[in-house]
T-cell receptor, first 112, second 114 residues
Framework: GENVEQHPSTLSVQEGDSAVIKCTYS??????FPWYKQELGKRPQLIID?????GEKKDQRIAVTLNKTAKHFSLHITETQPEDSAVYFC???????????FGKGTMLLVSP | NAGVTQTPKFRILKIGQSMTLQCAQD?????MYWYRQDPGMGLKLIYY???????DKGEVPNGYNVSRSTTEDFPLRLELAAPSQTSVYFC?????????????FGPGTRLTVL
């Protein structure tokens, strides 16, 4: 099956800085890579996703990049704000399967 | 639409007790999932279903059972609760496992086994 590694486990930045979270996956047949945000005590919610036929996708202050050759993908948050503080999970979907494999999460802390 | 709903929100069980965690969705999604999230950890898949009458094991199925008699409901049964089952349980649903892959999560059930 698929295995997803996520780094770092915690990330502290100052408001206005950029934040980058990286994930690697093991199976080159994975073709869908979503990112979920989970605020404290809340449910995970999808914030951005990318498919294997695309190298980069942006949505306002967040972007995701995918390097299929190296089998890694990254979440980029620019101009961070305190409300960006949350746990972020990456995931991968192996082609032909019905379930996502999640990374262990990154706790992002944005200090004012 | 209410989306994905879960009941109860909190529950305390004694060792050896049983209970059912309820999950329902009103989005007509075929795919439904149960995850557990331990403190400071990621999401581990317990069971999933690709449609009514079809269920399959995930990464950590031991101690749990599921059924899917309708498209809307996907209850999770805990038999003989153990302290290791103390966790937050999330139910999720998605339209398909193919093109539309966003999983919509319920609010979670926080379970403590003492």
């Amino acid at each position: 099956g698929e295995n997803v590694e996520q780094h770092p486990s915690t990330l502290s930045v100052q408001e206005g800085d950029s934040a980058v979270i990286k994930c690697t996956y093991s199976d080159s047949a994975s073709n869908y890579f979503p990112w979920y945000k989970q605020e404290l005590g809340k449910r995970p919610q999808l914030i951005i996703d990318i498919r294997s036929n695309v190298g980069e996708k942006k949505d306002q202050r967040i972007a995701v990049t995918l390097n299929k050759t190296a089998k890694h993908f990254s979440l980029h948050i620019t101009e961070t704000q305190p409300e960006d503080s949350a746990v972020y999970f990456c995931a991968a979907l192996l082609w032909g399967y019905s379930t996502l494999t999640f990374g262990k999460g990154t706790m992002l802390l944005v200090s004012p | 639409n209410a989306g994905v709903t879960q009941t109860p929100k909190f529950r305390i069980l004694k060792i050896g007790q049983s209970m059912t965690l309820q999950c329902a969705q009103d989005m007509n999604h075929n795919y439904m999932y149960w995850y557990r999230q331990d403190p400071g950890m990621g999401l581990k898949l317990i069971y999933y279903s690709v449609g009514a009458g079809i269920t399959d094991k995930g990464e950590v199925p031991n101690g749990y059972n599921v059924s899917r008699s309708t498209t809307e409901d996907f209850p999770l049964r805990l038999e003989l609760a153990a302290p290791s089952q103390t966790s937050v349980y999330f139910c999720a649903s998605s339209q398909t496992g193919g093109t539309y892959n966003e999983q919509f999560f319920g609010p979670g059930t926080r379970l403590t086994v003492l």
